[in-house]
C-alpha cells in the first residue's frame, strides 16, 4: 500500500526498521520517575519494573473526518450510489507488557454519501457530500467540515458519525499499549464482502504475530509510533475494500497503524503536524498549500493502486484527558 502518515519529529522509517530489528536504546530517565530495577525477558528484552506508580494518564482518541484527493473508479451506472461511499472503521487491540492481548473491539460510522437503488434506497439520513447536496463524494470534497475536515464540530463525538471516538482509556508508562488500524472502506453493498470476511478473520493473528514488536517499543519507550506497512492481512478487491489495498486478487494488502504507550501519546497529544496539499490549479498547473494542523492532529494517507484510483487524508485527533 503506498501511504504516507505525517511526520512528527522523527524519520518514521528509521523507527520502524530499529524497533522491528530490536536496534535501539531506552529513553532517559525523567525528573522525578518512579525508581525500577530491569531484567530480561524471555524474548530477550532488558525489561523495566516499576517501584511504586508509574506515570499514567487517560487518553482518548478520535477520528475526525476525511479529504478526498482522488475519487475511487466506479462502473459506469453507478449502481451503489453517485460518486463513493464510504464508512470509516477502527480495530482496537489493547496490550499489557508480557505483551499479551488483553481486550479488543471494532467501530465504523454508518455508510456516509449516497446509496443507489439496488443498494438500500436513496442516500442515507445524515450524510450528504461536502457541497450540501445529494450525491456521494468526488474529488475535492472533505468531511464533516466542507474545509477543514480535521476540526471539531460538536458534539466532540458521535455514535455513527464522525468525528467518532475511536479508543479512550489509561496508559502507564512502561506497562501497557494500544495498537489502533484506522481504514476508511469504498462501500459496494449491504452484504459482507470476501474482503470485510477476510479482515475479520486475518488481522486479530496478524496483531498477534507483532507481539515482539510492541514489546520492544514498550520498553524503548519512542516518543513517535506511527507504522508504514506494518503487518498485512489477504484482501481481494471485489466488493466493499479498503482504500489502499493491493488491487490483486488474494494478494496480502500492507496495512497501517500506531501503536500508543503513555510516552508516545504524551507527544502526540501536544504535537502539531504539517500537511503539503498539491492542488490541480488548471491549465497544467499546481498549486502547494502548506497547513499547520492544530495540536493533537495528525494524519493517514490512504491511496490505491492504479486502476483502483482511490485516495483518501484520514485526520485523527488525540488528547489527554483530565
Not at 175 to 182: D, E, G
Not at 193 to 203: A, I, K, N, T
Not at 272 to 278: K, T
Request: hydrophobic share 40%; net charge neutral; proline share 9%.
Amino acid at each position: 500500500m503506498a501511504v504516507r502518515t505525517c511526520r512528527l519529529r522523527r524519520g518514521l522509517g528509521l523507527l520502524a526498521a530499529a524497533i522491528l530489528l530490536g536496534v535501539g536504546g531506552a529513553a532517559a530517565p525523567e525528573p522525578g520517575a518512579p525508581k525500577r530495577a530491569t531484567a530480561t525477558t524471555a524474548s530477550g528484552f532488558s525489561r523495566a519494573f516499576y517501584f511504586g506508580r508509574p506515570r499514567s494518564a487517560r487518553f482518548r482518541v478520535t477520528a475526525r473526518g476525511f479529504r478526498v484527493d482522488r475519487q475511487s473508479y466506479d462502473n459506469i451506472v453507478e449502481s451503489d450510489g453517485r460518486g463513493d461511499e464510504v464508512f470509516v472503521r477502527a480495530d482496537v487491540f489493547e496490550f499489557n507488557w508480557r505483551p499479551e492481548v488483553i481486550a479488543t473491539s471494532s467501530i465504523r460510522t454508518d455508510v456516509l454519501g449516497e446509496r443507489g437503488p439496488l443498494h438500500g434506497g436513496s442516500r442515507p439520513a445524515s450524510p450528504l457530500d461536502a457541497d450540501g447536496r445529494p450525491g456521494g463524494f468526488v474529488t475535492g470534497d472533505s468531511y464533516p467540515h466542507p474545509f477543514s475536515p480535521w476540526q471539531a464540530r460538536p458534539p466532540s463525538v458521535h455514535p455513527n458519525d464522525l468525528p467518532m471516538r475511536l479508543w479512550e482509556g489509561e496508559l502507564f508508562q512502561g506497562t501497557n499499549a494500544v495498537v489502533i488500524v484506522p481504514t476508511l472502506w469504498e462501500w459496494d453493498g449491504p452484504d459482507l464482502s470476501p474482503e470485510q470476511l477476510s479482515w475479520d478473520r486475518s488481522l486479530p493473528p496478524a496483531i498477534r504475530r507483532v507481539a515482539p514488536a510492541i514489546e520492544r517499543i514498550i520498553v524503548d519507550r519512542p516518543a513517535t509510533t506511527l507504522f508504514d506497512n506494518m503487518f498485512t492481512v489477504p484482501v481481494f478487491n471485489r466488493g466493499t475494500r479498503p482504500i489502499g489495498s493491493s488491487g490483486n486478487f488474494a494478494l496480502p494488502t500492507d496495512i497501517d497503524s500506531f501503536v500508543l504507550t503513555y510516552d508516545s501519546a504524551v507527544e502526540l497529544a501536544r504535537g502539531r503536524g504539517s500537511e503539503v496539499i498539491v492542488r490541480d490549479a488548471g491549465g497544467g498547473l499546481a498549486s502547494r498549500v502548506e497547513l499547520t494542523l492544530p495540536e493533537g492532529v495528525f494524519w493517514i494517507r490512504l491511496v490505491d493502486p492504479p486502476g483502483l484510483d482511490g485516495a483518501y487524508t484520514l485526520y485523527l485527533f488525540i488528547e489527554r484527558l483530565p
